[in-house]
């Protein structure tokens, strides 16, 4: 991820579909550049699509600085 002032986040993302039109996974979060240099965390997400076109995303986590 890049934020506004190109400071970066680097995530490994895992995922796979449950159901036809679900997805669910989560992203590790492990370090990255200016701010998030050291960031670490976790975060789930679930993925809904109706038509295979437009969806839906939830994101639960939290990101944290190690020390």
Known sequence: FTARNGDQLRAL???RFV???TAT??????GGTGRFHNALG???FVVVSEDGVLFDVLFRGSI????
């Open 13 to 15: 993302v895992v995922g």
């Open 19 to 21: 159901l036809p039109g």
């Open 42 to 44: 976790t975060a789930g």
């Open 64 to 67: 944290l600085r190690r020390r």
């Open 25 to 30: 996974g989560s992203y590790t979060f492990d």
